[in-house]
């Protein structure tokens, strides 16, 4: 059947208003289901718990004075590391081994310092910075307190640092007879704590 032009323009017109109405409904469909541009990405926190540590240099044995007699005096050092990652405190007690008839109960620990230069020597000794005043060798603390906190005479080292420390000790003169072949040992403890948040 043949279509007159009135026909077949109206036909067209109806084609194009489908057209029309498809492209309205494909695109309220995209503004209904598509995406935006987006990204995602990760931080990764890592908290490590510092350390409080101390070394020290000689471990054991830390000075040895041998064929003393009577008027001797002695240094000796100890070096004193914090090996940890915080800054710390430390105090230093001494305990004397053996009994009180030893050679110990005669010995004057003539002081601690921090010598000049380093170096424990007599020079050294007198030029250094006073840690520790003359006083008998005995049981107790040196300096500082083992007690939690601040306390007077804490030695504080931030880590990686170091000091040594100079003992100086004489076998007084009027050391008896009886002490002969005697010999003294002693141990030094040192107790290290945290400075930040512990006043």
């Known amino acids: ?3 007159t ?3 077949k323009a109206e036909a067209i017109r109806l084609a194009l208003g489908l057209g029309v109405l498809g492209v309205t409904v494909t695109g309220l469909t995209t503004v209904a289901t598509g995406a935006f541009f987006n990204s995602t990405t990760h931080a990764t926190p890592k908290i490590v718990a510092g350390t409080v540590s101390l ?3 000689p471990a054991s044995s830390a ?3 041998s064929k ?6 002695n240094y ?3 070096t004193v590391k914090n090996t940890g ?3 710390s405190r430390y105090a230093l007690e001494a305990t004397v081994n053996g009994a009180p008839t030893n050679l110990a109960s005669q010995l004057q620990l003539d002081g601690v310092v921090l010598p000049a230069d380093g ?3 007599a020079v050294g000794f007198t030029r250094g910075t006073e840690v520790v005043p003359s006083r008998a060798v005995g049981t107790g603390q040196l300096f500082g307190d083992k007690t939690q906190g601040a306390q007077n005479g804490d030695r504080l080292l931030g880590a990686g640092a170091s000091e040594t420390l100079c003992f100086k000790v004489t076998l007084p003169s009027e050391t008896g007879n009886a002490f002969q072949g005697k010999s003294a040992a002693m141990t030094f403890d040192f107790y290290s704590e945290q400075t930040a948040n512990n006043s």
Do not use: K, N, Q, Y
């Open 85 to 87: 990652t915080l800054e």
């Open 119 to 121: 170096t424990c020597d």
């Open 63 to 65: 000075f040895t004075f």
């Open 76 to 78: 000796g050092a100890v």
């Open 5 to 7: 032009g009135i026909a």
């Open 55 to 57: 070394s020290t240099t």
């Open 1 to 3: 059947m043949r279509m």
């Open 68 to 73: 003393v007699a009577p008027g001797d005096i």
